[in-house]
């Protein structure tokens, strides 16, 4: 068992708790708003903590970072304190919404928000995965027709030996985890975002990945 921390409590933040929770870690969720400590809990499992977003990294050994990707940057270099020596697990995206409210530009074109929260926070390993798919794939891979793949980068072999743990611990086959290596690659697949809203717009909000194929 493994003590998480998700830093937001959104879609993809309850989402990844109550996955993570039936695989038996013990789960903190870190709301927003310090006094925002008892929502969403519809549909929660009992036994997930809440908190709010400094207690959670402080309090936690592995941190999830599910809060909006054009806001992490400043809201995490806030926590480096609490992040130092710990696993930093970036599944956000930092984009500029375009006028529909689906994602438009990249917030750091020429790199990535992975890449600025490993320079903001050079005492945490951050790893980058699980950003190239709608929420719902991420606790649910085999709910695809066509197997989905999980890339992976991170500067530190240890941080994404654990991450992989855990995504195994979510249904990730190890033959669709695809390590890609440095935190400079993160750049590659935080570019994948650009093709989700073209696909949004013409399926509508249905499961898919950005995927692999072999």
Known sequence: ???????????????LARALSTAGHHVTLGSRNPEDTTAPTTGLPPRIAFADQRTTAR??????N??????????????????????LIDVSNATRDAADGLPGDLCYPGSSLAEKLQAALPDTHVVKTLNTMLFMVMTAPETLATPPTAYLSGNDEGAKKAVTGLLGDLGW??????????????????????????????????????????
């Open 1 to 15: 068992m493994t003590n998480i921390g998700i830093l937001g409590a959104g879609r993809v933040g309850t989402d």
């Open 59 to 64: 309090t936690t050994d592995i941190v999830i």
């Open 66 to 87: 599910a809060t909006p990707g054009d806001s992490s940057l400043d809201r995490l270099t806030d926590l480096r304190t609490e992040l130092a020596g710990k696993i």
């Open 173 to 214: 086959r190890p033959e669709r985890i695809e390590d890609l290596g440095d935190i400079t690659t993160a750049r590659a697949t935080e570019a994948m975002i650009l093709v989700v809203p073209h696909i949004l717009r013409r399926q509508g909000f249905k499961p898919f990945a950005v995927s692999l194929a072999r």
